[in-house]
Protein backbone atom coordinates (compact mmCIF):
# COMPACT_ATOMS: atom_id res chain seq x y z
CA UNK A 1 0.00 0.00 0.00
CA UNK A 2 1.16 3.82 -1.11
CA UNK A 3 2.81 5.44 2.01
CA UNK A 4 1.01 8.76 1.22
CA UNK A 5 -2.27 9.35 1.62
CA UNK A 6 -4.92 11.76 0.45
CA UNK A 7 -7.61 13.95 2.16
CA UNK A 8 -5.45 15.30 4.45
CA UNK A 9 -7.17 18.76 5.17
CA UNK A 10 -10.81 17.48 4.80
CA UNK A 11 -11.43 14.88 7.19
CA UNK A 12 -11.82 14.07 11.07
CA UNK A 13 -10.13 11.55 13.02
CA UNK A 14 -13.16 10.01 15.16
CA UNK A 15 -11.27 7.22 16.12
CA UNK A 16 -11.94 5.80 19.83
CA UNK A 17 -10.00 3.61 22.23
CA UNK A 18 -11.97 0.61 20.42
CA UNK A 19 -11.14 0.92 16.92
CA UNK A 20 -11.07 4.00 13.89
CA UNK A 21 -13.58 6.08 12.19
CA UNK A 22 -12.85 8.66 10.07
CA UNK A 23 -15.29 11.38 8.76
CA UNK A 24 -14.59 13.01 5.06
CA UNK A 25 -16.16 16.44 4.41
CA UNK A 26 -16.94 17.80 0.48
CA UNK A 27 -15.27 21.32 0.43
CA UNK A 28 -18.36 23.01 -1.47
CA UNK A 29 -21.40 21.50 0.25
CA UNK A 30 -19.54 20.48 3.74
CA UNK A 31 -21.63 17.30 3.62
CA UNK A 32 -20.08 14.23 5.04
CA UNK A 33 -19.39 10.55 4.68
CA UNK A 34 -17.75 8.21 7.67
CA UNK A 35 -15.93 5.35 7.10
CA UNK A 36 -17.19 2.13 8.23
CA UNK A 37 -15.65 1.78 12.21
CA UNK A 38 -12.62 -0.67 12.33
CA UNK A 39 -12.84 -2.43 15.29
CA UNK A 40 -8.98 -2.69 17.13
CA UNK A 41 -8.44 -6.46 18.07
CA UNK A 42 -4.92 -5.48 20.13
CA UNK A 43 -7.16 -2.96 22.32
CA UNK A 44 -9.70 -6.27 22.61
CA UNK A 45 -6.88 -7.69 24.09
CA UNK A 46 -5.76 -4.97 26.15
CA UNK A 47 -9.11 -4.36 27.81
CA UNK A 48 -9.34 -8.14 28.37
CA UNK A 49 -5.43 -7.32 29.96
CA UNK A 50 -6.78 -4.89 32.18
CA UNK A 51 -9.62 -6.99 33.29
CA UNK A 52 -7.44 -9.65 34.47
CA UNK A 53 -4.87 -7.67 35.52
CA UNK A 54 -7.02 -5.50 38.16
CA UNK A 55 -7.45 -8.80 39.95
CA UNK A 56 -4.42 -10.23 40.13
CA UNK A 57 -2.12 -7.34 40.43
CA UNK A 58 2.16 -7.10 39.68
CA UNK A 59 3.50 -7.94 36.41
CA UNK A 60 -0.20 -7.91 34.90
CA UNK A 61 -0.63 -4.74 36.37
CA UNK A 62 2.21 -2.80 34.84
CA UNK A 63 1.15 -4.69 31.50
CA UNK A 64 -2.04 -2.89 32.31
CA UNK A 65 -0.91 0.72 32.70
CA UNK A 66 1.40 0.19 29.45
CA UNK A 67 -1.81 -0.22 27.57
CA UNK A 68 -3.11 2.83 29.57
CA UNK A 69 -0.34 4.42 28.33
CA UNK A 70 -0.88 3.42 24.78
CA UNK A 71 -4.39 5.05 24.97
CA UNK A 72 -2.62 8.24 24.76
CA UNK A 73 -0.31 7.73 22.19
CA UNK A 74 -3.32 7.29 20.19
CA UNK A 75 -3.91 10.72 19.83
CA UNK A 76 -0.71 10.60 17.59
CA UNK A 77 0.12 9.18 13.91
CA UNK A 78 1.09 5.40 14.56
CA UNK A 79 1.27 2.46 11.87
CA UNK A 80 -2.02 1.22 12.94
CA UNK A 81 -3.67 4.45 12.82
CA UNK A 82 -2.04 4.87 9.39
CA UNK A 83 -3.28 1.80 7.87
CA UNK A 84 -6.62 2.32 9.06
CA UNK A 85 -6.42 5.76 7.50
CA UNK A 86 -5.89 3.96 4.40
CA UNK A 87 -8.07 1.76 4.13
CA UNK A 88 -11.22 4.53 4.76
CA UNK A 89 -9.70 6.53 2.11
CA UNK A 90 -10.26 3.53 0.05
CA UNK A 91 -13.58 3.09 1.12
CA UNK A 92 -14.89 6.63 0.70
CA UNK A 93 -12.70 7.61 -2.38
CA UNK A 94 -15.20 6.04 -5.10
CA UNK A 95 -17.48 8.86 -3.36
CA UNK A 96 -15.57 12.06 -3.98
CA UNK A 97 -13.80 13.98 -7.22
CA UNK A 98 -10.78 16.09 -6.82
CA UNK A 99 -11.32 19.24 -9.06
CA UNK A 100 -8.18 20.36 -11.36
CA UNK A 101 -9.64 23.65 -11.09
CA UNK A 102 -9.29 24.33 -7.37
CA UNK A 103 -8.10 21.24 -6.32
CA UNK A 104 -10.74 20.61 -3.54
CA UNK A 105 -12.08 17.50 -2.85
CA UNK A 106 -16.09 17.27 -3.99
CA UNK A 107 -18.70 14.73 -3.62
CA UNK A 108 -19.58 13.44 -6.70
CA UNK A 109 -23.61 13.18 -6.03
CA UNK A 110 -24.14 17.26 -5.47
CA UNK A 111 -20.97 18.82 -6.16
CA UNK A 112 -19.36 17.50 -9.32
CA UNK A 113 -19.82 18.62 -13.08
CA UNK A 114 -19.82 15.68 -14.77
CA UNK A 115 -19.96 17.09 -18.08
CA UNK A 116 -17.34 19.06 -17.57
CA UNK A 117 -15.06 17.21 -15.54
CA UNK A 118 -14.82 20.24 -12.82
CA UNK A 119 -16.49 20.40 -9.67
CA UNK A 120 -19.75 23.22 -9.61
CA UNK A 121 -17.73 25.75 -8.08
CA UNK A 122 -15.28 26.03 -10.88
CA UNK A 123 -17.90 24.74 -13.47
CA UNK A 124 -21.34 26.07 -12.52
CA UNK A 125 -24.35 23.85 -14.16
CA UNK A 126 -25.78 25.96 -16.47
CA UNK A 127 -29.32 25.16 -15.94
CA UNK A 128 -28.79 26.27 -12.64
CA UNK A 129 -27.17 29.04 -13.13
CA UNK A 130 -30.08 30.15 -15.53
CA UNK A 131 -32.37 29.23 -12.81
CA UNK A 132 -31.23 31.68 -10.49
CA UNK A 133 -30.30 34.58 -12.75
CA UNK A 134 -34.52 33.97 -13.25
CA UNK A 135 -34.60 34.22 -9.83
CA UNK A 136 -32.54 37.18 -9.57
CA UNK A 137 -34.32 38.89 -11.91
CA UNK A 138 -37.37 38.25 -10.75
CA UNK A 139 -36.54 39.85 -7.54
CA UNK A 140 -34.86 42.97 -8.43
CA UNK A 141 -38.41 43.57 -11.03
CA UNK A 142 -40.29 42.95 -7.97
CA UNK A 143 -38.62 45.75 -5.48
CA UNK A 144 -38.81 47.68 -8.85
CA UNK A 145 -42.45 47.22 -9.56
CA UNK A 146 -43.33 48.23 -5.55
CA UNK A 147 -41.24 51.19 -5.83
CA UNK A 148 -43.49 52.59 -8.72
CA UNK A 149 -46.59 51.99 -6.73
CA UNK A 150 -47.73 54.58 -4.24
CA UNK A 151 -48.57 52.89 -1.01
CA UNK A 152 -49.04 55.90 1.08
CA UNK A 153 -52.02 57.71 -0.14
CA UNK A 154 -54.04 55.99 2.39
CA UNK A 155 -51.57 56.72 5.23
CA UNK A 156 -52.24 60.60 7.33
CA UNK A 157 -48.61 62.05 7.05
CA UNK A 158 -49.38 65.24 8.59
CA UNK A 159 -49.98 64.00 12.20
CA UNK A 160 -46.83 62.79 14.16
CA UNK A 161 -47.50 59.51 14.78
CA UNK A 162 -46.99 57.70 17.99
CA UNK A 163 -46.48 54.01 18.64
CA UNK A 164 -48.09 53.89 22.14
CA UNK A 165 -51.71 55.32 22.90
CA UNK A 166 -51.40 58.06 25.80
CA UNK A 167 -55.04 56.60 27.11
CA UNK A 168 -54.82 53.35 27.28
CA UNK A 169 -50.95 52.72 26.94
CA UNK A 170 -51.61 50.15 23.86
CA UNK A 171 -49.73 49.57 20.94
CA UNK A 172 -50.73 52.11 18.11
CA UNK A 173 -51.25 50.72 14.90
CA UNK A 174 -51.45 53.93 12.72
CA UNK A 175 -53.84 56.22 12.18
CA UNK A 176 -55.81 59.14 13.76
CA UNK A 177 -57.36 57.48 16.69
CA UNK A 178 -56.63 54.33 19.10
CA UNK A 179 -58.26 51.34 17.54
CA UNK A 180 -58.73 49.96 20.93
CA UNK A 181 -60.44 52.82 23.03
CA UNK A 182 -60.49 55.66 20.39
CA UNK A 183 -58.53 58.36 21.89
CA UNK A 184 -57.05 61.16 19.53
CA UNK A 185 -53.32 59.99 18.74
CA UNK A 186 -52.64 63.53 16.97
CA UNK A 187 -49.67 65.13 19.04
CA UNK A 188 -50.65 67.53 21.34
CA UNK A 189 -48.74 71.30 21.61
CA UNK A 190 -49.38 73.03 24.35
CA UNK A 191 -49.34 76.93 24.64
CA UNK A 192 -47.87 78.33 27.65
CA UNK A 193 -50.29 81.47 27.85
CA UNK A 194 -53.93 80.68 26.54
CA UNK A 195 -53.41 76.54 27.45
CA UNK A 196 -54.57 75.82 23.78
CA UNK A 197 -53.26 72.11 22.81
CA UNK A 198 -54.34 72.53 19.45
CA UNK A 199 -51.10 73.70 17.84
CA UNK A 200 -49.42 71.17 15.16
CA UNK A 201 -46.01 69.92 15.77
CA UNK A 202 -43.47 72.39 14.64
CA UNK A 203 -45.28 75.63 14.93
CA UNK A 204 -43.37 78.29 16.72
CA UNK A 205 -46.28 80.42 17.87
CA UNK A 206 -49.68 79.79 19.31
CA UNK A 207 -52.75 79.66 16.43
CA UNK A 208 -55.32 80.94 19.68
CA UNK A 209 -53.24 83.61 21.19
CA UNK A 210 -49.57 84.05 19.22
CA UNK A 211 -47.63 83.65 22.13
CA UNK A 212 -44.24 81.95 21.26
CA UNK A 213 -44.51 77.99 21.76
Not at 65 to 92: C, F, G, M
Not at 120 to 131: D, F
Request: proline share 3%; glycine share 10%; hydrophobic share 30%.
Amino acid sequence: MADSVPFTDNFSDLSNTQGYQFEFRCERCGNGFRSAFQRDNMETGRSVLRTVGSFFGGTLRDLSNSADQWRYDRATNSPAKDRALAAAVKEITPSFRQCRGCGDWMCQDQCWNEEIGQCLRCSPSVAEEISRAQASAQRDQIWDKAREKDWTSDLDLETRAKVTCPGCGLKAEGGKFCSSCGTSLALKVGCGGCGSEGNKPGALFCSDCGSKL
